[in-house]
């Protein structure tokens, strides 16, 4: 959680300060560090989600930006997956109400290009909708899974 948070405050900026696309461009600077992690395809994997939620007050319009790393036990095994989120909260507007919902994941081990889904996440008529938007509020946070 930490790196991400020092990617999110590069060049000094505040959290508050940041807009969509900035936010964006600082979760692409901590999905390009690689971790010592399984050997599994989904051990290390990107979402990129929008949508309308409300889990903890009314719904807002909100970005996910979530890594999620797989951990394992002292045998190797699966034990759990540790999701890092950078959220990104719009309020309710109607623009952004209509724009739905979408989800979408990259994996490292899935034998893609992060360049080419980072791109088109870039590329998204919704993304283009909310790239240069101030959110109301930035929440980093993680969780186990």
């Known amino acids: 959680m ?12 505040a959290l ?3 807009d969509a696309e900035g936010a964006w461009r600082a979760f692409l600077r901590f ?3 690689r ?7 989904d051990a290390d994997g990107l979402l990129f989600q929008y949508g309308t939620y ?4 009314p719904a807002v319009f ?16 699966h034990d759990h997956f540790l ?13 952004l109400l209509a724009l739905g919902s979408f989800d979408s994941w990259f994996f490292h081990g899935g034998g893609g290009d992060l360049d080419e889904w980072a791109e ?3 590329g998204r008529e919704g993304w283009a909708r909310i790239r240069t938007l101030k959110p109301a509020g930035i929440r980093v946070h993680q969780e186990r899974v």
């Open 16 to 18: 508050g300060g940041l």
């Open 83 to 95: 999701q890092v989120h950078c959220e990104l909260r719009f309020g309710a507007a109607p623009a």
């Open 54 to 57: 409300a889990f903890d007050g």
């Open 120 to 122: 088109a996440m870039s």
């Open 62 to 77: 909100m970005v996910d930006l979530t890594r999620q790393f797989e951990i394992a036990d002292r045998q190797g095994d």
């Open 35 to 41: 971790f010592d992690l399984t050997d599994t395809p």
């Open 2 to 13: 930490e790196l991400l948070q020092a990617e999110l405050e590069t060049g000094r900026q």
């Open 31 to 33: 999905a390009w560090l």
